[in-house]
């Protein structure tokens, strides 16, 4: 059973970084990557990066802010969250695998339970 586990959320104040880290178990995926979900939100993608590490991608709201990178070794995918703002705040989820354009949730197979980052202003 393909597993995949979050950690690293946490509560933090407008400014401050934060970093998350994603292991996955069963599986090795060619694509990576991280979505969140906002209350009342729809899921947004963040960030995804191939096997190789080459041209990750970014959501616009979080280019020059966020940095993905992976551990191949580890099977672990990371984001480096930076100057963090309120609009930051939700549950952020692990994705592995997927079947088309990566900002698509329907697209991803696999979804960590997800871990929550709390930004206060």
């Known amino acids: 059973q393909v597993q995949l586990v979050e950690s690293g959320g946490g509560s933090v104040q407008a400014g401050e970084s934060l970093r998350l880290s994603c292991t996955a178990s069963?599986?090795?995926?060619?694509?990576m990557g991280w979505f969140r979900q906002a209350p009342g939100k729809e899921r947004e993608g963040v960030a995804a990066?191939?096997?190789?590490?080459?041209?990750?991608y970014y959501a616009d709201s979080v280019k020059g802010r966020f940095t993905i990178s992976r551990d191949n070794a580890k099977n672990g995918v990371y984001l480096q969250m930076d100057s963090l703002q309120h609009e930051d705040t939700a549950i952020y989820y692990c994705?592995?695998?997927?079947?088309?354009?990566?900002?698509?949730?329907?697209?991803?197979?696999?979804w960590g339970p997800g871990t929550q980052v709390t930004v206060s202003s």
């Open positions: 994705v592995a695998v997927v079947y088309g354009h990566w900002v698509n949730p329907a697209n991803w197979r696999y």
């Open positions: 990066i191939e096997r190789r590490g080459s041209t990750p």
């Open positions: 069963r599986v090795a995926a060619d694509y």
